[in-house]
Structure formats: structure tokens, C-alpha cells
């Protein structure tokens, strides 16, 4: 069989320049190998699936974190290309779910000499997720962790991020629709799961399986604010499902009306949305697989 060939898209600015240094391991490590291989910068948002859509090698690496990984996914995961993985973010939360090693030789390793499995990623709207969609207090959280990433490494950005968005943030009333009927909740925030965790950790869907062809879809209802504080720092653990505030589905399918304009986590990373773009909300496993070396 001929050699696999492949694409490192590398964002250099994941992981706080995180990125930028694994350039260097994957030219030394690519070099002891007769593999045929390219290295591309990403450049700023949009490139790392703008480069992902052009490859032409068989297997396409992310070198950076969930954003970047979530885009090179966007970029590939109407084709039969592989994805690989060189975890350089601030979070990581994606490889948590696979056998993945954060080390960047190991990881490189995989990527050479791994196996290759197909795993769900999640659709939203046009949009693919691997890990993690939300809406709510959870999707502000990572809005204002974004910014304060750089200041910040990635649990404190996001308990930081966590009390400033607590302070301004109010429920929402959301009209659900799934396989079963709909319903109307107030809620404070709302998770739909491919992957356990976001947030550098924080297991909001603890038992989502990758495999498993449905989303686990955390909801948390409306809560007073200091009942909050007393059922957040129980994610990190996954134990906050105890709480009779907290209710977790299982659904390969759900559709959302949201009355006011709100801004949706995908992966990290936000997109603001109103309801001239859309006027219901769908959430679902793709029918496409990835293919990813682990
Ligand atoms: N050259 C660049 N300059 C500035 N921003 C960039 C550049 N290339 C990509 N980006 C942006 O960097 C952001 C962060 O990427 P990514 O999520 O991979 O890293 P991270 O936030 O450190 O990790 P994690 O999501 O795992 O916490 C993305 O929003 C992406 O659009």
C-alpha cells in the first residue's frame, strides 16, 4: 500500500503559543520519517478550515486546540480524510474522549503508527461539533473565557469568566422539541454533549460516548443564584447531575426556539444568533463519521 501523506495545519496561538512551539517538534519528528508531509500556519479564524477543504493529503492534523480541531473537522468531514491530532490548546477537552496523549511525541506517534476509528460529531444548524454545543450561562462563560485566555491559563480563565457572566446573566425561556414532544424551560444553561467535557475538564456530560450515535443534552434549569454557586464546582466532577435542578437527555435529535437573540458555544468558539438568521435551532448527530488515528 503506498505511505499515507499529510497536512499539519498549526495555529500558533493556541494554548497561549502553545502551537508555535510544536513547529519545530513535527519538522525533527517528520524528518526521521520518509513520510511525504506539509506544515501550514493558520493565519486567523476561518484558515484552518479554508486550508482543510483545499488538502489534498490523506491525513489532515490539527496542531492546536478544540477551535482549530473543530475547524479542520468543518473542513473535512464530507471526504474520507483522516484527522490527527497534536493537542496544543489551553483546554483540550476533545482528546480527553479518545486515547489521545497530550504529549506531543507521543501524540505524534499516533498519528504515524495509530489506529484508525470513526467516531459522531455533532450538527448544528450548518455547522459541525466535535465536543461540545451550548447555550446560555455556559455559552457567556466561554465567551468571556475567550478573552481572558490571555491572560489566564485555561481553568482559571473559565472560573473567572465564570463569576463575571454570573453577575449579568439572567434565564432563558427556551421551547424544546425532541423525538418524544416539546416542551417550554426556563433555563440557565444548556449543553448538548458529543463529548464529556469542556472548559479544560469540567464534566458537564459525564457519561456522553462518542459512539453512542445520540447527543447527551445537559439541562439546567432555572436557579437561583447562590444555589448556582453551590452546583457549579460539582462539574468538575460530573456530580452536579445529582441536583434536581439538573436533567440529562439522550437524544440523537432536538430542535430549540429561543424568543431573544443568543450566542451559541460550538467547540469554544461563539456565534451570536438572532431570529433573522434562524428561527428554530437544530441539534443533531451527523451522518458523517470521522475518521480519526488514535
Ligand atoms: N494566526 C492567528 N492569530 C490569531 N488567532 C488565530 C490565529 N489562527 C487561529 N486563530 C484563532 O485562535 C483561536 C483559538 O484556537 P484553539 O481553540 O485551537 O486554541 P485554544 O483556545 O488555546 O484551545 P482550547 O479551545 O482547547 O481551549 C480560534 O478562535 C482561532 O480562530
Same mark, same amino acid.
Given at each position: ?12 496561538? *493556541? ?18 520519517? !520518509? ?40 473542513? /473535512? ?21 479518545? =486515547? ?72 432563558? *425561556? ?5 423525538? !418524544? ?31 453512542? =450515535? ?48 443568543? /450566542? ?31
Amino acid at each position: 500500500m503506498e505511505d499515507k501523506t499529510y497536512l499539519f495545519i498549526v495555529n500558533p496561538v *493556541s494554548g497561549n503559543g502553545k502551537g508555535r512551539k510544536m513547529v519545530d517538534k513535527i519538522h525533527k519528528a517528520m524528518a526521521k520519517t !520518509k513520510k511525504v508531509y506539509r506544515l501550514e500556519l493558520t493565519k486567523g479564524k476561518g484558515y484552518a478550515k479554508r486550508l482543510a477543504l483545499a488538502a489534498t493529503e490523506d491525513v489532515v492534523v490539527a496542531v492546536g486546540g478544540d477551535g482549530t480541531i473543530n475547524e479542520v473537522v468543518n473542513g /473535512i468531514i464530507k471526504s474520507d480524510k483522516v484527522l490527527g491530532v497534536v493537542p496544543s490548546g489551553t483546554g483540550n477537552d476533545f482528546i480527553r474522549n479518545l =486515547d489521545i496523549p497530550k504529549e506531543p511525541e507521543k501524540a505524534l506517534e499516533r498519528i504515524l503508527n495509530g489506529e484508525e476509528i470513526a467516531i459522531n460529531v455533532g450538527k448544528a444548524f450548518e455547522h459541525y461539533f466535535v465536543n461540545i454545543a451550548s447555550v446560555g450561562l455556559d455559552a457567556e462563560i466561554a465567551n468571556e473565557a475567550n478573552r481572558l485566555k490571555k491572560f489566564f491559563n485555561g481553568t482559571t480563565a473559565y472560573v473567572v469568566a465564570f463569576i463575571k457572566a454570573l453577575l449579568s446573566f439572567n434565564s432563558i *425561556s427556551i421551547s424544546i422539541k425532541n423525538g !418524544k414532544g416539546s416542551f417550554k424551560q426556563e433555563t440557565t444553561l444548556m449543553a448538548l454533549c458529543n463529548g464529556k467535557s469542556y472548559g479544560g475538564g469540567m464534566k458537564i456530560a459525564p457519561l456522553a460516548d462518542m459512539g453512542d =450515535d445520540l447527543l447527551d443534552i445537559c439541562i439546567v434549569k432555572k436557579i437561583n443564584k447562590l444555589k448556582l454557586l453551590l452546583v457549579f464546582p460539582t462539574i468538575f466532577t460530573g456530580k452536579h447531575t445529582k441536583f434536581k435542578e439538573v436533567q440529562i437527555i439522550k437524544e440523537p435529535y432536538i430542535s430549540l426556539r429561543i424568543e431573544d437573540p443568543v /450566542i451559541i458555544n460550538l467547540d469554544g468558539e461563539i456565534y451570536p444568533i438572532t431570529k433573522e438568521d434562524f428561527e428554530v435551532l437544530e441539534f443533531k448527530i451527523s451522518k458523517f463519521k470521522l475518521k480519526v488515528l488514535c
